[in-house]
Protein backbone atom coordinates (compact mmCIF):
# COMPACT_ATOMS: atom_id res chain seq x y z
CA UNK A 1 0.00 0.00 0.00
CA UNK A 2 1.79 3.53 -0.81
CA UNK A 3 1.63 6.26 1.55
CA UNK A 4 -0.80 9.24 1.33
CA UNK A 5 0.02 12.35 3.38
CA UNK A 6 -2.01 15.52 3.62
CA UNK A 7 -0.17 18.95 4.02
CA UNK A 8 -1.84 21.14 6.14
CA UNK A 9 -1.12 25.07 5.61
CA UNK A 10 -0.01 26.54 8.53
CA UNK A 11 -1.54 30.05 6.75
CA UNK A 12 -5.34 29.71 7.55
CA UNK A 13 -5.95 31.28 4.65
CA UNK A 14 -4.82 29.00 2.08
CA UNK A 15 -5.81 25.11 1.61
CA UNK A 16 -4.05 22.56 2.34
CA UNK A 17 -3.25 19.21 -0.31
CA UNK A 18 -2.55 15.33 -0.74
CA UNK A 19 0.38 14.22 -2.10
CA UNK A 20 2.64 10.83 -2.21
CA UNK A 21 5.72 11.32 -2.56
CA UNK A 22 8.54 14.54 -2.40
CA UNK A 23 8.51 15.75 -5.48
CA UNK A 24 4.88 15.76 -5.56
CA UNK A 25 4.98 17.56 -2.15
CA UNK A 26 7.43 19.89 -4.10
CA UNK A 27 5.47 21.16 -6.91
CA UNK A 28 1.73 21.63 -5.25
CA UNK A 29 3.51 23.60 -2.40
CA UNK A 30 5.23 25.51 -4.74
CA UNK A 31 2.19 26.89 -6.73
CA UNK A 32 0.36 26.88 -3.43
CA UNK A 33 -1.21 30.59 -2.79
CA UNK A 34 -3.27 31.85 0.69
CA UNK A 35 -6.18 34.05 -0.30
CA UNK A 36 -3.49 37.02 -0.71
CA UNK A 37 -1.76 35.77 -3.52
CA UNK A 38 1.31 35.23 -1.25
CA UNK A 39 2.96 32.08 -0.82
CA UNK A 40 2.70 29.52 1.73
CA UNK A 41 5.86 28.29 3.23
CA UNK A 42 5.34 26.26 6.09
CA UNK A 43 3.15 23.09 6.36
CA UNK A 44 2.03 20.56 8.94
CA UNK A 45 2.40 17.37 7.37
CA UNK A 46 -0.35 14.64 8.11
CA UNK A 47 -0.46 10.72 7.75
CA UNK A 48 -3.98 10.00 6.34
CA UNK A 49 -3.44 6.73 5.01
CA UNK A 50 -1.01 3.27 4.15
CA UNK A 51 -0.03 0.61 6.50
CA UNK A 52 -0.08 0.83 10.29
CA UNK A 53 3.80 0.35 10.73
CA UNK A 54 4.13 3.42 8.69
CA UNK A 55 1.83 4.99 10.76
CA UNK A 56 3.24 4.52 13.49
CA UNK A 57 7.14 5.15 12.76
CA UNK A 58 5.63 8.76 11.03
CA UNK A 59 4.48 9.90 14.70
CA UNK A 60 7.95 8.13 16.12
CA UNK A 61 10.05 9.94 14.18
CA UNK A 62 8.06 13.00 14.21
CA UNK A 63 7.14 13.49 10.50
CA UNK A 64 7.29 17.56 9.18
CA UNK A 65 7.98 19.09 6.52
CA UNK A 66 11.76 18.63 6.19
CA UNK A 67 11.55 15.20 7.09
CA UNK A 68 8.75 14.18 4.23
CA UNK A 69 11.69 12.71 1.40
CA UNK A 70 13.94 10.79 4.68
CA UNK A 71 10.48 9.39 5.61
CA UNK A 72 9.17 7.70 2.62
CA UNK A 73 12.35 6.47 2.12
CA UNK A 74 12.48 4.90 5.39
CA UNK A 75 9.33 3.12 4.76
CA UNK A 76 9.70 2.09 1.21
CA UNK A 77 13.04 0.33 2.16
CA UNK A 78 13.25 -0.67 5.84
CA UNK A 79 11.85 -4.31 6.80
CA UNK A 80 8.97 -4.37 9.33
CA UNK A 81 12.02 -4.77 11.98
CA UNK A 82 13.86 -2.68 10.82
CA UNK A 83 10.86 0.05 11.28
CA UNK A 84 9.82 -1.71 15.07
CA UNK A 85 13.24 -1.06 16.22
CA UNK A 86 12.85 2.33 15.30
CA UNK A 87 9.57 3.27 16.42
CA UNK A 88 10.48 1.69 19.70
CA UNK A 89 14.08 3.34 20.30
CA UNK A 90 12.95 6.86 19.28
CA UNK A 91 9.01 6.69 20.74
CA UNK A 92 9.96 4.71 23.85
CA UNK A 93 13.33 5.02 24.67
CA UNK A 94 14.05 8.68 23.84
CA UNK A 95 16.55 8.09 21.17
CA UNK A 96 16.97 10.61 18.83
CA UNK A 97 16.29 10.29 15.14
CA UNK A 98 17.85 12.22 12.27
CA UNK A 99 18.59 11.89 8.37
CA UNK A 100 21.58 9.72 9.16
CA UNK A 101 19.68 7.78 11.79
CA UNK A 102 19.33 3.87 10.84
CA UNK A 103 17.75 1.15 12.64
CA UNK A 104 21.52 -0.36 13.88
CA UNK A 105 22.11 2.66 15.24
CA UNK A 106 19.92 2.02 18.47
CA UNK A 107 20.31 -0.43 21.17
CA UNK A 108 17.12 -2.09 21.81
CA UNK A 109 15.70 -5.88 22.59
CA UNK A 110 12.41 -6.61 20.91
CA UNK A 111 10.78 -9.88 21.74
CA UNK A 112 7.78 -10.59 19.76
CA UNK A 113 5.49 -11.99 22.90
CA UNK A 114 2.03 -9.90 23.66
CA UNK A 115 3.30 -10.43 27.74
CA UNK A 116 6.08 -10.62 30.48
CA UNK A 117 5.16 -14.02 31.46
CA UNK A 118 5.20 -15.10 27.69
CA UNK A 119 8.98 -13.54 27.75
CA UNK A 120 9.56 -15.23 31.07
CA UNK A 121 8.82 -18.71 29.47
CA UNK A 122 10.33 -18.25 26.76
CA UNK A 123 13.52 -17.25 28.82
CA UNK A 124 13.19 -20.39 30.97
CA UNK A 125 12.90 -22.40 27.90
CA UNK A 126 16.11 -20.79 26.24
CA UNK A 127 17.77 -21.53 29.40
CA UNK A 128 18.66 -18.39 30.91
CA UNK A 129 17.87 -19.37 34.24
CA UNK A 130 20.61 -22.68 33.33
CA UNK A 131 19.75 -26.23 32.99
CA UNK A 132 15.90 -27.05 34.69
CA UNK A 133 15.47 -30.40 35.40
CA UNK A 134 12.10 -32.39 34.42
CA UNK A 135 10.58 -33.02 37.33
CA UNK A 136 11.56 -29.37 39.00
CA UNK A 137 9.69 -27.39 35.69
CA UNK A 138 6.28 -27.49 37.66
CA UNK A 139 7.77 -25.46 39.98
CA UNK A 140 9.16 -22.60 38.49
CA UNK A 141 7.15 -19.68 38.98
CA UNK A 142 6.50 -17.83 36.01
CA UNK A 143 4.69 -14.73 37.29
CA UNK A 144 7.51 -14.32 39.92
CA UNK A 145 9.95 -14.34 37.15
CA UNK A 146 8.14 -11.80 34.81
CA UNK A 147 7.32 -9.32 37.93
CA UNK A 148 11.06 -9.34 38.25
CA UNK A 149 11.34 -8.78 34.13
CA UNK A 150 9.20 -5.61 34.58
CA UNK A 151 12.25 -3.68 36.00
CA UNK A 152 14.28 -3.89 32.81
CA UNK A 153 11.65 -4.76 30.47
CA UNK A 154 8.71 -2.73 29.02
CA UNK A 155 5.69 -3.48 26.98
CA UNK A 156 4.47 -1.62 23.98
CA UNK A 157 2.00 -2.03 20.98
CA UNK A 158 2.98 -1.09 17.30
CA UNK A 159 1.08 -1.67 14.19
CA UNK A 160 -1.21 -3.49 16.46
CA UNK A 161 0.63 -6.30 17.76
CA UNK A 162 2.10 -6.33 21.37
CA UNK A 163 6.15 -6.28 22.15
CA UNK A 164 8.17 -6.47 25.18
CA UNK A 165 11.42 -4.03 24.77
CA UNK A 166 14.29 -3.27 26.82
CA UNK A 167 16.48 0.34 26.21
CA UNK A 168 20.13 -0.41 25.85
Known sequence: MSILLHAQPCDTT???????????????????????GEPVEEFEIQFIDGDLIDCDLAKAIDLHQGSINHFLSCA????????????????????????NSTPDCFEVDIYRVATMRDLAEQFVDDGLFGEIPEHLANYIDLDAIARDLTADYSETEIAGERLIYRCG
Open 76 to 99: AEWEEDEKIAVIVAVGECGYSFDK
Open 14 to 36: AEGFYFRSAEEFTAKSHFLRNDY
